[in-house]
């Protein structure tokens, strides 16, 4: 069975730093991608990352703040997020999938709160 867990999420101070990791159990995949839902907002893409870690890609929001980065090794996927702003509070989702934009799996979330 496939699963995608989620873990460290957390409540920080703006311009603090969290770390996300995301472990995928049961298959190995070759794109993984962040997603985030603010409270009363739809789900937005935050990146992806490639199978070989090269191809990465981020939403302009979190560009120069955010850092994707995955180990095949460990079937894990990271979100290193920096300079945090209170808008970057949102339940973040890891997402598993053979393509970008073809996700077939997501993680339950993990909260992020950035508080001002």
């Known amino acids: 069975q496939v699963q995608l867990a989620e873990s460290g999420g957390g409540l920080v101070q703006a311009g603090g730093s969290l770390g996300l990791s995301c472990a995928a159990s049961?298959?190995?995949?070759?794109?993984y991608a962040w997603f985030r839902r603010a409270p009363g907002k739809d789900r937005e893409f935050v990146a992806h990352?490639?199978?070989?870690?090269?191809?990465?890609y981020y939403a302009d929001s979190v560009k120069g703040r955010f850092t994707i980065s995955r180990s095949n090794a460990r079937n894990t996927v990271n979100l290193q997020m920096n300079s945090l702003k209170p808008e970057d509070t949102a339940v973040y989702y890891c997402?598993?999938?053979?393509?970008?934009?073809?996700?077939?799996?997501w993680g339950q979330g993990t909260q992020v709160t950035v508080s001002s």
């Open positions: 997402a598993a999938g053979p393509a970008i934009g073809n996700y077939h799996y």
């Open positions: 049961g298959r190995t995949f070759s794109v």
């Open positions: 990352i490639g199978w070989t870690g090269d191809t990465t």
